[in-house]
């Protein structure tokens, strides 16, 4: 992009920063996300959501502490203090979330995970039956987001930071809907592995 002069250089300077510094987060953001899913699936939703909104406030502190510091006192990072932050709450709360997993004691996290069990050739090539389609699903919607952002980038600072804006609040208003999404999945999936097809038509009806 700074090669063909499509997108600002300074632009590009600090998408590349940010992307460098949100790659700390690339692996805890996938453990957490596996170990949520789980979580999610036995109908475990409410600890997950305390959760959340406890580090949403942590992560809003230490984005406003590390970019602007404290006055009199630190000048903070500036840019580079919105990543690190970023990164820094998705560690805290994936840390957060192994400790309340272990002090809790939900019957549902005493089941055994027996690893020739689950990883049996026909469950793992069923398994990517699903989950490679459904990735492939997610990598063309993401990409063509990220194309859209490359074009409001092309138009300068403002024009990214509305698209930016308008993604976050995009995100917020379809939270619902994505709740009510999963909620469904995991009610179905359950009626189906009780053999109760009929129950899982019903809840897919509501």
Known sequence: LRATGYVEGHLCDL?????????????????????????????????????????????????ITLVYGISGVWDGLGFIGSPLATSVTTFLK????????????????????????????ERVVKFLSQAVPSGLSMLVENLQFMLVTVWAGHFGETSLAAHSAML????????????????????????????NAMGARK???L
Do not use: H
């Open 168 to 195: 976050d609040i995009f995100t917020v208003l379809t939270a619902g809907m994505y709740g009510l999404g999963d909620a469904c999945t995991v009610r179905v999936g359950n009626e189906l592995g009780r053999g």
């Open 15 to 63: 998408a590349s920063t940010f992307g460098r510094t949100m790659v700390l987060k690339i692996v805890p953001d996938i453990i957490l996300s596996v170990i949520i899913e789980w979580l999610i699936a036995q109908e475990i939703v409410r600890p997950i959501a305390w959760i959340n909104l406890i580090f949403l406030a942590v992560n809003l502190g230490l984005n």
């Open 94 to 121: 994936l840390v957060c979330t192994i400790v309340w997993m272990r002090c809790r004691a939900w019957p549902t996290l005493q089941a055994g995970f027996v690893p020739s069990e689950a990883l049996k050739y």
């Open 203 to 205: 809840v897919a009806k």
